[in-house]
């Protein structure tokens, strides 16, 4: 248990910066930034954190930071712990140095994933952070590989026939695990005791280390700016986001829902869903229900709480 006293009191992530009001990826930010023990560099992917806290001349980290492009972000943290370690040979550098990727659901489920299937791979040291808030913000609210079943986007708009997204979502931090890593986690930001102490778990191991963290979106999910850690506390709540970690091929659930509320409390808040209220759509809230209960019941075997 993480307890506030043990935190950096400094702010590392400062204001001033212009990502929404309520946005999930800055609280996620300035938490991740609360769980450092040593100097840390960290690696963003371009996306709605990136564009939105380093408008030149201005910057809100007080850490080493680097913009990388769309797809790399864990490539280019592989070549900073690459040669850190090089430097450390040489007898150039001594310091022990932490390295964190951010990047967004976008640059992460689908174009970054090649770049991360070979750093968690190859066994580099570094934390890779996906924020997701289930479509390609930044550009104007494109579905990604993350965005839900149901969600209305840019490009899964809702009209009378198509329900928003036809697809699901995929399974991320299934397909990290399958690279045999020490950590993989999920997160919300509504729990952030937990995230917090995944942080500092996945600093700790040494080889790569994820977390998926949901990120509120006001803008693209369409919800009131005022709700965002209401909605990340119903994702957990529902069973929609399932909060657990996998250690070494060991799946293990953190937060239990006993009592989950129906899925329509998360669904009702955001304008991406509000479609799905009509009566020709309402069959689907019953597949997503559907969908989250499966889903539940695969995670919670997995972690032999079935
Ligand atoms: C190769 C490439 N394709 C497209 C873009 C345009 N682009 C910049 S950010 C972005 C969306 C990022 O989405 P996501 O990773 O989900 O982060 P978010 O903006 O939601 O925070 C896109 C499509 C780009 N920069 N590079």
Redesign the pocket.
């Given at each position: 248990m993480v307890t506030l006293k043990e935190l950096t009191v400094e702010e590392l992530f400062t204001s001033g910066h212009r990502l929404c009001a309520g946005c999930g990826?800055g609280i996620i930010a300035r938490m991740t930034l609360k769980a450092l023990r040593r100097p840390t560099i960290i690696v963003n992917?371009?996306?709605?954190?990136e564009v939105a806290s380093t408008i030149y001349p201005y910057t809100s980290w007080r850490t080493p930071w680097v913009h990388v492009?769309?797809?790399n972000a864990a490539a280019v943290a592989s070549g900073i712990e690459a040669a850190i370690k090089a430097l450390k040979k040489r007898g150039a550098w001594n310091k022990e140095v932490d390295i964190i990727a951010f990047?967004?659901?976008?640059?992460?489920f689908d174009?970054g994933i090649q770049a991360l299937s070979g750093a968690l791979e190859r066994g580099h040291d570094f934390l890779y952070i996906c924020?997701d808030?289930e479509?390609?913000?930044?550009?104007g609210i494109?579905r990604?590989g993350a965005t839900p079943h149901g969600a209305a986007t840019t490009t899964s708009p809702a009209g009378t026939k198509i329900p928003g997204k036809p697809e699901f979502k995929k399974d991320f931090i299934g397909i990290c695990a399958a690279h045999g890593i020490e950590y993989a986690a999920t997160a919300s930001p509504a729990y952030w005791n937990d995230y917090i102490r995944k942080v500092q778990r996945g600093l700790a191991v040494e080889g790569p280390a994820v977390i998926h963290v949901f990120s509120p979106c006001p803008l693209g999910m369409r919800h009131d700016s005022d709700k965002s850690i209401e909605i990340a506390r119903l994702a957990v709540q529902t069973r929609y986001w399932p909060v657990y970690e996998v250690e070494n091929g060991k799946y293990k659930l953190n937060i239990k829902v006993p009592r989950p509320k129906p899925i329509e409390e998360f669904l009702k808040l955001q304008g991406r869903f509000r479609h799905l209220f009509k009566p020709q759509f309402q069959h689907e809230i019953k597949r997503i229900q559907e969908w989250v209960d499966e889903n539940w019941k695969r995670i919670t075997e997995l972690c032999g709480e079935a």
């Amino acid at each position: 248990m993480v307890t506030l006293k043990e935190l950096t009191v400094e702010e590392l992530f400062t204001s001033g910066h212009r990502l929404c009001a309520g946005c999930g990826a800055g609280i996620i930010a300035r938490m991740t930034l609360k769980a450092l023990r040593r100097p840390t560099i960290i690696v963003n992917a371009t996306g709605c954190l990136e564009v939105a806290s380093t408008i030149y001349p201005y910057t809100s980290w007080r850490t080493p930071w680097v913009h990388v492009a769309f797809e790399n972000a864990a490539a280019v943290a592989s070549g900073i712990e690459a040669a850190i370690k090089a430097l450390k040979k040489r007898g150039a550098w001594n310091k022990e140095v932490d390295i964190i990727a951010f990047a967004g659901d976008g640059g992460t489920f689908d174009i970054g994933i090649q770049a991360l299937s070979g750093a968690l791979e190859r066994g580099h040291d570094f934390l890779y952070i996906c924020y997701d808030n289930e479509a390609y913000m930044n550009t104007g609210i494109q579905r990604s590989g993350a965005t839900p079943h149901g969600a209305a986007t840019t490009t899964s708009p809702a009209g009378t026939k198509i329900p928003g997204k036809p697809e699901f979502k995929k399974d991320f931090i299934g397909i990290c695990a399958a690279h045999g890593i020490e950590y993989a986690a999920t997160a919300s930001p509504a729990y952030w005791n937990d995230y917090i102490r995944k942080v500092q778990r996945g600093l700790a191991v040494e080889g790569p280390a994820v977390i998926h963290v949901f990120s509120p979106c006001p803008l693209g999910m369409r919800h009131d700016s005022d709700k965002s850690i209401e909605i990340a506390r119903l994702a957990v709540q529902t069973r929609y986001w399932p909060v657990y970690e996998v250690e070494n091929g060991k799946y293990k659930l953190n937060i239990k829902v006993p009592r989950p509320k129906p899925i329509e409390e998360f669904l009702k808040l955001q304008g991406r869903f509000r479609h799905l209220f009509k009566p020709q759509f309402q069959h689907e809230i019953k597949r997503i229900q559907e969908w989250v209960d499966e889903n539940w019941k695969r995670i919670t075997e997995l972690c032999g709480e079935a």
